[in-house]
């Protein structure tokens, strides 16, 4: 692989490579973006003033005015072969740049790969005062058929080929209170989150059960911890693309590995490790009306599924093609792998439980969302949620290559320094050099910024 696949177009003849995005005025992002993704001049002024609070006074209660967030563009990904450009929603400085630059070193090795389940809810309906739980689950499994018919609650759903698909049933002896059977409806959803589709279908259900088991039913409600539909993604780059005036690529690559093994061993680690990880997906999640605390319940709950809490992802070095046996893209030929002279690789991969939809809900009531979407250009919710696991793996890529390298802080205070000196009055050049400057001074103050812009004027 030579730099040239770095900005080559994909197969629509577009690319997501835009250097120097950052340098242009905010009105020329607008521009490159409305002419990227056919965006209107309406949909391009929905980017500007948001929603509006008379729009917010419908979707929530007690509404009083409205809070604004960034949005900005996530650039250089290539998930599949395809090219995106990502809307991130986040208040956080630094994200929307790790995720670009971790991106373009993914370009280097072909870009992310990824893949999803199908897009299975459960929902849970819990039964109390059960006498003979062996009975009762022969029962209610017998009986599944006719409670996947009355579980049928959505006509929307069915008409996309979705709907209930299976029952399950569990049985909890030691609980704080009583024991209790727990019967897990599982359902299709297509692209919607599926929230209301399986709380409806949940609470249909829960007098058969109630008849069937002989028991009471309690809670009817849908789990977050959606561990049926998860997306992973994957990706190799070349040693080499890490290497910097002070680290070898190799070295990198290697301190990189050790960072996942910390966060693979450690709680501790791993909490951090994770939230870098969710930086990137919640991001997508808020531009596109997603419910982001479910995604992060989920993803939470996925990490401990083992009985303690890590990592969700793997990073390691790799030597030999047998090393990727274990991958779902890279252990067949479908998937060029850079060529032999470009060896070690780095590989990683992220996989976790994405509950998330592209139509319902926020993503179909907040204006800006739909813009949103409309830049992303998925064409499903399995899309969606492969395309934010790659943008969860790609800002920990970034996260833990900085901090396996030069440390967290240089970063931070580069950006921090642009924004001092936005802050201070700076346009156009006069933005990097200030920042420069106040970097080298070891002075990231707006006051600091005030004075060389007015030294200079
Ligand atoms: C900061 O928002 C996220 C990081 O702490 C993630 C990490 O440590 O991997 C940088």
Redo the contacts with the bound molecule.
């Keep these: 692989m030579g730099q040239s696949s770095v900005s080559s177009p994909d197969a629509e003849g577009r690319t997501s490579r835009l250097g120097g995005f950052y340098q242009l005025s905010l009105n020329e992002r607008v521009a490159t973006l409305a002419a990227w993704a056919a965006l209107t001049p309406e949909e391009c002024a929905w980017l500007a003033q948001g929603m509006g609070v008379e729009r917010g006074d419908k979707m929530i209660e007690n509404v009083v005015g409205r809070y604004d967030l960034p949005l900005g563009i996530g650039t250089n990904f290539t998930i599949n072969g395809r090219d995106y450009l990502i809307p991130l929603v986040v208040e ?1 400085p ?2 929307v740049a790790a995720v670009s630059f971790a991106a373009r070193l993914a370009r280097l090795g072909g870009g992310f790969r990824t893949g999803s389940s199908e897009p299975i809810m459960i929902a849970q309906v819990q039964l109390l005062g059960v006498a003979d739980p062996e009975l009762a689950t022969a029962a209610i499994l017998g009986a599944k058929q006719e409670l996947l018919a009355l579980a049928n609650t959505s006509p929307t759903i069915a008409r996309l080929g979705g709907g209930p698909v299976d029952v399950e049933v569990r049985w909890l002896p030691q609980t704080p209170t009583v024991p209790m059977l727990v019967v897990h409806l599982l359902f299709d959803v297509r692209d919607a989150m599926g929230a209301n589709a399986v709380n409806t279908a949940a609470e249909a259900i829960a007098p058969r059960l109630e008849a069937l088991s002989g028991g009471r039913a309690l809670l009817r409600i849908l789990s977050n911890y959606s561990d049926r539909r998860r997306a992973w993604a994957e990706v190799v780059i070349p040693a080499h693309a890490f290497s910097t005036a002070g680290f070898g690529g190799e070295a990198v690559i290697e301190g990189i590995a050790h ?1 996942n093994a910390l ?1 693979v061993a450690d709680p501790y ?1 791993a909490a ?2 994770n ?3 969710m ?1 990137g997906i919640d991001a997508v999640a808020l531009a596109t009306g997603n419910d982001w605390r479910a995604i992060e319940a989920g993803a939470h709950a996925y990490a401990a599924r083992q009985g303690r809490y890590a990592a969700l992802t793997d990073w390691r070095v790799v030597r030999e093609k047998m090393e990727l046996l274990g991958s779902s893209a890279y252990r067949s030929d479908a998937v060029r792998l850079p060529d032999e002279a470009d060896w070690p690789l780095l590989y990683g991969r992220l996989e976790l439980p994405l509950a998330v939809g592209i139509v319902g809900g926020a993503t179909r009531a907040h204006p800006v969302a739909q813009v949103a979407l409309k830049i992303l250009g998925v064409g499903s919710a399995r899309e969606l949620s492969e395309v934010m696991a790659a943008v969860g793996l790609a ?2 890529l970034a ?2 290559r ?2 396996a390298t030069d440390g ?1 802080q240089r970063g931070h205070m580069a950006l921090h320094a642009r924004q001092m000196a936005i802050a201070a009055g700076a346009e156009g050049a006069a933005v990097d050099w200030v920042a420069e400057r106040l970097v080298q001074e070891g002075q990231i103050r707006v006051e600091r910024a005030r004075e060389l812009l007015a030294q200079d004027r």
Excluded: F, P
């Design positions: 956080e630094s994200v960072a966060a680690r951090t490790h939230k870098g990880i930086n800002q920990n996260a833990i900085a901090l967290i």
